[in-house]
């Protein structure tokens, strides 16, 4: 059991930038795909970034690539979502998620074995 507490969401206007973060229990091998979701209003939940255990591959969505970066920081065991130049499109509750699967490819909810607990961001025009 991997446990995950997000922190970090908010609100703040469209142009604007927040930094989420995911705390997890273990940071280990047997964890090799680090994901955030978001799911927007009257919208299914999406993948928009993923990173791997070492932080050697990354995915975006085409949504938000360019304007989000995904980090970790292996020490603290935390896994990051920078958010830049938000827009109202990018309201949504956003989840972190660890899967135990070993290859890395695009977030799938059904790859995602830990989820934390959903953080509202709030982007007004």
């Known amino acids: 059991q991997v446990d995950l507490v997000v922190s970090g969401g908010g609100s703040v206007q469209a142009g604007g930038s927040l930094r989420l973060s995911c705390a997890a229990s273990e940071f280990s091998n047997n964890i090799n795909n680090w994901g955030w979701f978001r799911q927007g209003p009257g919208k299914e939940r999406e993948g928009v970034a993923a990173?791997?255990?070492?932080?050697?591959?990354?995915y975006y969505a085409d949504s938000v690539k360019g304007r989000f970066i995904i980090s970790r920081d292996a020490v603290k065991k935390t896994v990051y979502l920078h958010m830049h130049n938000l827009t109202t499109e990018d309201t949504g509750v956003y989840y972190c998620?660890?899967?135990?699967?070993?290859?890395?490819?695009?977030?799938?909810?059904?790859?995602?074995?830990?989820w934390g607990q959903g953080t509202q961001v709030t982007v007004s025009s």
């Open positions: 990173t791997t255990l070492t932080g050697d591959r990354s």
């Open positions: 998620a660890a899967a135990r699967l070993w290859a890395f490819r695009p977030p799938l909810i059904d790859d995602y074995n830990f």
